[in-house]
């Protein structure tokens, strides 16, 4: 412990016998210092944050894709802020265009904003705006500017994208609605070639089984009108034309009874909204001019020895209606075989018809649901813009308006004033202590006595006169006065320090 403190006692002595390059040292240091700090620039920082909500009239279950998009693109206009377009438009609101006379000086100082403006996402649809300037009324409005930008890029790119996506549909549908027609008209043609006179619906094979099958069913029902009607021709010709008793009634032939029914089945057809094109009602037609040809040959006049019998009336009646029948179905019958051959005929002179048919089907089923889905998108948009255009769809709430900072972020300079004093008092102490190791001096008899390996008999202690002690106290006030000199200018820098922080704010 003892040697420690003879150690220290060294030390000091060799720094104080060199006092004055120490403080010669430490002036040098903390000028040099304090210069440095002195022209570093201040950096103040304002805060903002923003709260984005976003609203829709709409139902939230069909429009969820529309709100995934505003979100998409806030979260692109957060990340695009800080672009060059945007930053000339800071300088040019801002004080700083008043350091700018020209684009490029405008340039450059959006160029050097970049790295002095920061976006960050603190969480759901809150942002926290934060920018960097010489002055705090600086950085205030430079945060300001950019608050302004972000709401006034968000609402007027909503709308311009709305437009532009509607434009674009717009032109697409009348692209597709061109394509239709064509793929229609191409439809229309092909049915009136091939398929205009078959029944059903779908493709030529399709159509033609349905005819075939509407041709057995035909069938069928003309063996059971033929069947029916000779039936009914055996028990007329069983039941007497008149009953003996009273007579004189004018008796009505079979001619013009079947006349009558015909006239009653057109009627019928007729109010079931048949055309004159149906082929029921060309049948009914072609047999109307038959039977009223042969209603002109028969004789008319009272039954001669009885009445007319009611049921021989009766059953001539029926007998016409089933007649029309067998006939109507004759015809439809000759109408479809003749359909069919016709087909037939088309088809053995065109092989790839059935072809051509499904390639135009497929064609206008493709082009009809891209035109309807198209077409509901188109609406959706125009629907979707219309509630922005009338309805405020994103809401911009100004959180934590622009700070104006009192202090500036960086640098701390009371921090760094006193470090520079710090480092050049010990820089001082520091030189003084490495020039004593320099010098070949011994401060005490034992180190003398290491040294040269020889015995100190004795040492002799340094005697002052007068003169040189009063003039070792004038040197010591003027060490003092220049040490406190030090000191005054540490707490001078400090006062402009906080003068210059009162005047800025």
């Known amino acids: 412990m003892t040697g ?99 684009d490029r000086e405008v340039a450059d100082r959006a160029a050097g904003l970049q ?25 205030s409005s430079i945060t300001q500017k950019l608050i302004d930008i972000f709401v006034e890029t968000n609402l007027s790119d909503d709308r311009t994208q709305s437009a532009q996506t509607l434009q674009f549909l717009d032109g697409q549908l009348q692209s597709l609605g061109a394509k239709l027609q064509d793929a229609e008209a191409k439809r229309a043609e092909f049915q009136n070639n091939y398929l205009g006179s078959l029944p059903g619906t779908g493709s030529v094979s399709d159509r033609i089984g349905a005819a075939r099958s509407q041709m057995s069913q035909v069938d069928a029902e003309l063996a059971s009108a033929s069947s ?15 009953i003996a008793g009273l007579g004189g009634t004018a008796a009505v032939g079979p001619v013009r ?32 001019a038959q039977a009223q040809s042969a209603a002109r040959s028969e004789p008319t006049g009272a039954a001669a020895g009885g009445t007319p019998n009611p049921a ?45 048919q499904g390639e135009i089907e497929r064609n206008y089923t493709v082009l009809k649901d891209q035109y309807d889905r198209l077409l509901a998108q188109r609406e959706q948009v125009n629907l979707r813009s219309q509630a922005q255009s009338q309805t405020d769809a994103v809401k911009f709430s100004v959180i934590d308006p622009p700070t104006q900072p009192r202090t500036p972020t960086a640098p701390n300079r009371p921090l760094l004033l006193t470090g520079v004093l710090i480092v050049g008092i010990l820089g001082g102490i520091g ?3 490495a020039m004593s190791k320099v010098q070949a001096t011994f401060p005490t008899a034992q180190r003398l006595e290491k040294a040269s390996g020889m015995p100190v ?20 006030r003027l060490f003092i006065g220049g040490a406190g000199a030090l000191a ?16 800025a704010a």
């Open 488 to 503: 005054v200018g540490y707490v001078a820098l400090l006062g402009v320090e906080m003068l210059q922080r009162g005047l």
């Open 457 to 476: 008999i004795g040492s002799i202690g340094e005697m002052l006169t007068r003169q040189q002690s009063e003039l070792r106290q004038k040197r010591l």
């Open 431 to 433: 030189s003084a202590f």
């Open 312 to 356: 021989y009336l009766s059953l001539q009646s029926m007998l016409a209606d089933r007649q029309a029948n067998v006939a109507a179905l004759r015809m439809r019958k000759q109408q479809l075989q003749a359909d069919l051959e016709t087909i037939s005929a088309k088809l053995a002179g065109d092989p790839q018809a059935a072809a051509q």
């Open 257 to 288: 009874a079947r006349l009558a029914a015909i006239q009653g089945q057109l009627a019928d057809a007729r109010g079931r909204g048949y055309t004159d094109n149906h082929p029921d009602v060309i049948a009914l037609k072609s047999q109307l």
């Open 115 to 139: 790295n002095a403006i920061k976006i960050t996402a603190q969480q759901d649809n809150l942002f926290e705006i934060v920018s960097v300037a010489a002055t705090p009324k600086l950085a």
């Open 4 to 102: 420690l403190y003879e150690e220290i006692r060294i030390a000091v002595h060799a720094v104080w016998t060199r006092r004055w390059m120490a403080l010669a040292v430490a002036w040098a240091i903390c000028l040099l210092g304090w210069l440095v700090v002195s022209q570093m620039p201040s950096r103040y920082e304002s805060r903002a944050r923003v709260f984005v909500q976003m609203r829709s009239v709409l139902p939230t279950t069909g429009d969820a894709g529309a709100m995934g998009d505003q979100q998409r693109d806030i979260d692109t206009v957060r990340q695009t802020l800080t672009s060059a377009v945007n930053l000339e438009k800071v300088v040019r609101g801002t004080d700083l265009a008043k350091t700018a006379s020209n």
């Open 228 to 242: 029916s009607l000779a039936a009914l021709q055996g028990q007329l010709s069983a039941t007497p034309p008149s």
